[in-house]
């Protein structure tokens, strides 16, 4: 072909084929070049005939062309037609070919795929409505099985084995619920009315009815002879023991469980005994700071004290006997369990024993007690210093005879022997109780220092 430029030609060609060609500022100049810009009425048809110059040129450059290479432009477009359609011959079969095959897989695989995914998605709602269901019919049964355990508590019996029971039964329930995770057991199941209703109507009463009762065993717990008539039989005590078990596993069990817990305790165990130790200490530290004021009546208190201390001795030897119960979230989240129910009340408490901890607890509440009734002064801070070594010797008495176990409760312990001290020992003087008592010298000597210490 020719080159568009063998000839001559006025036209810059550089211009107009330049990526930053402008085509308002290129007329913008066009006309300030024919004209005045101080014209008021500007001459456009120069500038336009111009312009339309410029185009026919380049319209005589394009035939002229064109005229010159028609041949080679002729050859080159026969040239490229035959090929075209011979590419088109050669891919015309293999395009109907991936049509037959793309016909094929989308009625063979495709549609199959779409009948497939969809019977998968019926499948996947079928087994998750079945798991749903199974979960909603065990939750029924154990909350069946619930009120029927209830009923056992209830009933004339008073079976105190119930109580743990039922309290194994609401664990079950719990670890269902508490299974939110997708796929879990308890997935979806907080959705269901009749899950809802049935912890509203079922779980929740019985669980507080549970609680109170297990609290009120616990509470009434003793061994002791003094806070009754006469002595409980053998019968008696194990019977009381047992009530006690019982109630403190139910506590042990039922104690909240969140879920997922890096650490768990037995809450309500816990309370449960500290209230009862909170209560021993309140009405023992009131009933001395009122016989401390009259002294006639010194005797008979320090006797409950002593019987209210023997109760916590008998208590510990409970606790220190009784193993925990096993906890599904302890299995979960493989958490150590404690030796035995005692450990964790100790750990709470922070002291080595419950009865130290009882004296000496004792002891820092009832110095300013015995330090107001010297400061008053009268009759009873008069009598109570005259009676300065009787009060020390009384006190120490109550502390030895408290930190000994009941006859009925040493007689249910191995050889009838406790922290030391055997039965004959009991029966005996003050002196050969004190002797085998050797060991809480550190209480005797707080609790008497606690009242004599301020009588000098």
């Known amino acids: 072909m020719a080159e568009p430029n063998d000839q ?22 066009l006309v300030l070049s024919t004209n005045d810009p101080n014209d008021a009425p500007l001459d456009l048809a120069t500038p336009l005939s111009r312009v339309l110059f410029d185009i026919q040129e380049v319209d005589s450059h394009i035939d002229l062309l064109t005229a010159r290479s028609a ?46 995914d969809e019977v998968r998605q019926v499948a996947l709602r079928l087994w998750e409505a079945t798991r749903l269901g199974r979960s909603i019919g065990r939750c029924l ?22 109580l743990v029971r039922c309290a194994h039964t609401i ?49 009434e717990f003793s061994l002791s002879a003094a806070s009754s008539l006469r002595e409980l039989t053998f019968a008696q005590a194990e019977d009381a023991k047992a009530r006690t078990v019982s109630a403190l596993t139910t506590l042990y069990l039922l104690s909240p469980s969140p879920f997922p817990a890096p650490s768990w305790t037995p809450a309500f165990m816990l309370q449960a005994l500290e209230l009862y130790l909170r209560a021993a200490l ?41 193993k925990p119960p096993s906890h599904p979230l302890q299995e979960l989240m493989a958490l150590e369990s ?9 750990a709470k408490l922070e002291t080595g024993s419950l009865p130290g901890y009882f004296w000496r607890t004792l002891a820092g509440h009832l110095s300013p007690r015995v330090q107001d ?39 249910a312990t191995s050889g009838g022997v406790v922290n030391g ?19 809480w010298d550190r209480e005797i000597a707080v609790m008497v220092a606690s009242v004599v210490n301020h009588l000098r």
Request: glycine share 6%.
């Open 373 to 411: 009734i010297i400061t008053r002064g009268g009759v009873s801070a008069r009598t109570l210093r005259s009676n300065r070594t009787n009060v020390g010797d009384s006190i120490r008495e109550c502390v030895i005879k408290g930190m000994q176990a009941t006859s009925t409760a040493t007689s």
């Open 282 to 322: 309140q009405s023992s530290l009131a009933a001395l700071a009122r016989s401390l004021a009259a002294l006639p009546t010194l005797d008979r208190t320090l006797s409950e004290v002593s019987a209210r201390c023997q109760n916590i001795v008998a208590l510990q030897q409970v606790l220190s006997q009784t």
């Open 141 to 162: 049964q154990l909350g069946r099985q619930l009120e029927v355990q209830n009923t056992e508590l209830l009933g004339d019996k008073d079976d105190h084995r119930a």
């Open 171 to 219: 664990l079950s329930l719990r670890e269902v619920l508490q299974q939110k995770t997708p796929g879990a057991e308890g997935h979806g199941l907080d959705r269901i009315d009749a899950i809802q209703a049935l912890q509203n109507t079922v779980v929740a009463p019985v669980e507080k009815t549970l609680r109170e009762s297990a609290e009120r065993y616990v509470r």
């Open 338 to 346: 404690p030796g035995t129910l005692l450990h964790p009340l100790l």
């Open 71 to 116: 041949v080679p432009l002729l050859t080159h477009t026969k040239t490229q037609t035959e090929a075209s359609a011979r590419i088109l011959a050669d891919v015309g079969p293999q395009l109907s070919s991936l049509n037959d095959s793309y016909a094929q897989l989308e009625a063979k695989v495709i549609q199959r795929y779409a009948e497939a």
């Open 421 to 439: 001290t055997s039965k004959a020992s009991v029966k005996n003087g003050t002196s050969e109780s004190a002797a085998a008592n050797g060991s």
């Open 8 to 29: 001559s030609s006025y036209i810059d060609y550089e211009t107009f084929l330049a990526p930053e060609f402008d085509v308002a500022g290129f007329a913008n100049t």
